[in-house]
T-cell receptor
Framework: QVQLVQSGAEVKKPGASVKVSCQASGYTFTSYSLHWVRQAPGQGLEWMAMINPTAGSTTYAQKFQGRVTMTRDTSTSTLYMELSSLRSEDTAVYYC?????FGDGESMEKLDYWGQGTLVTVSS | AIQLTQSPSSLSASVGDRVTITCRASQAISSALAWYQQGPGKAPKLLIYDVSSLESGVPSRFSGSGSGTDFTLTISSLHPEDFATYYCQQFNSYPLTFGPGTKVDIK
């Protein structure tokens, strides 16, 4: 079965960087795009970034341009999201999510599997 | 960026009630709209995609409709496990965006 298992909670100081991982299993890693979505405490969902695991090409929300880097390791089926210059407003649960695809590779325009979430707390 | 609004922002309902949540986009998004359910402390769960396609394993009491800029999620008869927050999301263009959410709680 498809699973996305994320790394554990992190506590960081303002100005630091954090790197969150998401290990995929149960499907062919390179066949599906992966996304990062975050949720601040008591707030809604905010899309951050997407990566095509085959080509490694990325698309980032303008809000995070220059601060976020999304990478993948195809040998371990692991996705990474690094966020730099952390500030208190970055305190949130970060989720990875898989984008569903048809057999021919076309997007089904849905996020069908989600990781369990990783809480990142930014505090001095 | 395409903005999504949802109404109501919250509602109180009873088990067995029919519930309708509306999502409006700031511009036409074709059929690239999905709905997610999120319980407290849990990851979002996909319910509906492509406006009205029911995700595998999701009960048939959930349905979606709409076109252009106006979309609806309907729960035909609320079950106890349906008390949660619901989000719409557009896949028409990047950046992907979510609605602000509708919290459904027990009356």
């Amino acid at each position: 079965q498809v699973q996305l298992v994320q790394s554990g909670a992190e506590v960081k100081k303002p100005g630091a960087s954090v790197k969150v991982s998401c290990q995929a299993s149960g499907y062919t890693f390179t066949s599906y795009s992966l996304h990062w979505v975050r949720q601040a405490p008591g707030q809604g969902l905010e899309w951050m970034a997407m990566i095509n695991p085959t080509a490694g090409s990325t698309t980032y929300a303008q809000k995070f341009q220059g601060r976020v880097t999304m990478t993948r390791d195809t040998s371990t089926s692991t996705l990474y999201m690094e966020l730099s210059s952390l500030r208190s407003e970055d305190t949130a649960v970060y989720y990875c999510a898989r984008e569903g695809r048809f057999g021919d590779g076309e997007s089904m325009e849905k996020l069908d599997y989600w990781g369990q979430g990783t809480l990142v707390t930014v505090s001095s | 960026a395409i903005q999504l609004t949802q109404s109501p922002s919250s509602l109180s309902a009873s088990v067995g009630d029919r519930v309708t949540i509306t999502c409006r986009a700031s511009q036409a998004i074709s059929s690239a709209l999905a709905w997610y359910q999120q319980g407290p402390g849990k990851a979002p769960k996909l319910l509906i995609y492509d406006v009205s396609s029911l995700e595998s394993g999701v009960p048939s009491r959930f349905s979606g409709s709409g076109s252009g800029t106006d979309f609806t999620l309907t729960i035909s008869s609320l079950h106890p496990e349906d008390f949660a927050t619901y989000y719409c999301q557009q896949f028409n263009s990047y950046p992907l965006t979510f609605g602000p959410g509708t919290k459904v709680d027990i009356k």
